[in-house]
């Protein structure tokens, strides 16, 4: 088998004479060469990703003041930094909003400010000890004010992410962006040929202390990430990083509508050929890497995977699902992935980047269990009123009103002549059609569209839902579509005015 070492290779990037390519060049050469060929032609393969990385944050000291403050609470730009650590020391993570302009600006915002060479106003509160008088302390600090600010970042540099798409009947806001209703859209994450991990799938080298490319800085691989899981191809990387090195090119800010801020960050890591395996890991195609397609309509942990696509068909624009052609988007940048890793590879061929051999290898098992809960949360079928009175669509209105006025419902659910439902009316609907005078008959004026649950479903989704569209009432209905019960805002008061 051919071989060589990482000092080898770390000697000919010292001298310049290091071959260097990209994750996208390697498979037509290894195709060309083989991977023993591969090995003798190629010393380093570039690998790079830029997409948002909600689990990131860093850790800042502000230095002591006079008198000195024990920070208990820390707002930057307003949005909120932990304080628990120690008197001057704070965690800003990206995902926190801030408290006056909400999810439009978040952690993810201070830390580009930061970097991008803006001042920020700083708000300190203390808890006032005879060591730490001081209770409150304004100021203002550009990044350079800061002793330290150093990124770490628990889980970054998925090896490959689920696909989304949305079965309901409403858009969905999510952390995989707005999922249309209805399988209007597939938006899917990661670099596909260019992902770190996906070259090296096995952890022949990237491990504890491995040098990367972390948002134009030199970092370091920390270990896993939360929420490894190589033994079902998801691995992550835990990493670390000095803000004051970054750049604003590779570390982006943004919102995700109606869900909130988060943090986009270019990460890539250099990979040694030091063998036929990493030849051969490293020449891995679009087409090899595969991800399930999950539906986000299922507003549940467990979601249902609907098919297995590959990065290939991803980026093709188009996937099939159910019969239909689905556009797809990613929630990556390929052209910033490209960027990182062309730009590494620049940095390598130039002598200024040196691999470096993990002091110990990354965990090939892993763990993403669910949370435990150990108080049960009541599901719909818990709460629900299960004598429903419903209509057909042919009954006329004054017969509905007389339901309503007899004060047993507010809301009637209108079903078709198998039982399904079709529709719901309200007191308010026969109030306008009796005053308009337009119609006489329920199917005419009912709302079609209705909002409904089932009855194994969490309180907390048809809360949701009754917060999200400002109802106050919805059918339960079985898988057939059924009505077996109604739910009420009324049922819900009642169970969390139990609970405290």
């Known amino acids: 088998m051919q071989e060589k070492s990482l000092s080898e290779i770390n000697e000919r990037i010292r001298d310049g004479s290091a071959r260097v390519v990209t994750a996208e060049e390697m498979p037509n050469i290894v195709d060309e060469l083989g991977p023993a060929g591969a090995v003798r032609e190629v010393d380093v393969v570039t690998t790079g990703t830029f997409g948002a990385m909600c689990s990131s944050g860093v850790f800042l000291n502000l230095g002591h003041s006079d008198p000195p403050i024990k920070i208990s609470r820390a707002l930057l730009n307003r949005v909120e930094a932990y304080g628990g650590i120690a008197a001057v020391d704070l965690f800003l993570g990206a ?37 730490y008088p001081q209770m409150e ?10 002793n330290q600010a150093m990124m770490v970042n628990p889980r970054n540099a998925y090896q490959r992410y689920n696909a989304a798409i949305n079965s309901s009947d409403r858009s969905m806001h999510t952390y995989m962006g707005t999922l249309l209703p209805r399988f209007g859209n597939i938006h899917y994450s990661g670099a596909g040929v260019l992902s770190p991990l996906s070259n090296d799938p096995n952890f022949d080298y990237i491990g504890v202390g491995t040098r990367i490319f972390l948002a134009g800085a030199q970092g370091y691989v920390m270990g896993s990430g939360t929420q490894h899981n190589p033994q079902n191809h998801f691995g992550t990387l835990m990493v670390t990083g000095d803000l004051k090195k970054m750049s604003n090119r590779f570390l982006r800010a943004a919102t995700f509508h109606k869900y909130g801020p988060s943090l986009y960050l270019g990460i890539g890591i250099p990979i040694p050929i030091l063998n036929e395996k990493l030849a051969r890991s490293t020449a891995v195609r679009d087409r090899d890497i595969t991800v399930p397609v999950m539906d986000y309509g299922v507003a549940r942990r467990d979601r249902p995977s609907l098919k297995i696509v590959s990065y290939e068909d991803l980026k093709s624009g188009m996937v099939e699902i159910n019969g239909k052609e ?11 992935a490209r960027e990182v890793a062309q730009t590494l590879k620049e940095q390598v061929e130039k002598g200024e980047f040196l691999l ?26 818990d709460v629900m009123s299960r004598d429903v ?16 006025v007899s004060g047993l419902v507010d809301h009637l659910p209108v079903v078709s ?11 308010w609907d026969i109030s306008k059609a009796v005053a308009s005078g337009k119609s006489s008959r329920i199917g005419d004026i009912m709302t ?8 194994d479903e969490p309180i907390e989704l048809a809360a949701r839902t009754f917060d999200t569209h400002s109802i106050s009432a919805m059918p339960v209905v079985d898988r057939d579509n059924k009505v077996i019960g109604m739910i009420t805002s009324n049922h819900l008061s009642r169970l969390f005015a139990r609970r405290r």
């Open 356 to 381: 470096s051999m993990a002091v110990e290898p990354l965990s090939r098992m892993g763990s993403s269990r669910p949370m435990k809960q150990t108080k049960e949360s009541p599901n719909v079928g």
């Open 417 to 427: 002549r198998d039982g399904r439902l079709a529709g719901i009316i309200t007191a």
């Open 448 to 455: 079609r569209r209705v909002y409904c649950v089932k009855s």
């Open 95 to 131: 995902t926190q909003p801030s408290e006056d302009r909400g999810n439009e600006y978040g952690g993810a915002h201070v830390m580009e400010d930061l970097i991008s060479g803006k001042q920020i106003e700083v708000n300190v509160f203390g808890v006032g000890t005879d060591c």
């Open 326 to 336: 689905v556009t797809t988007s990613s929630l990556s940048s390929f052209h910033m």
């Open 137 to 146: 302390l304004e100021t203002s600090l550009r990044l350079e004010d800061f």
């Open 389 to 404: 009175v419903s209509v057909g669509e042919d009954i006329d209105i004054r017969e509905a009103a007389s339901l309503i």
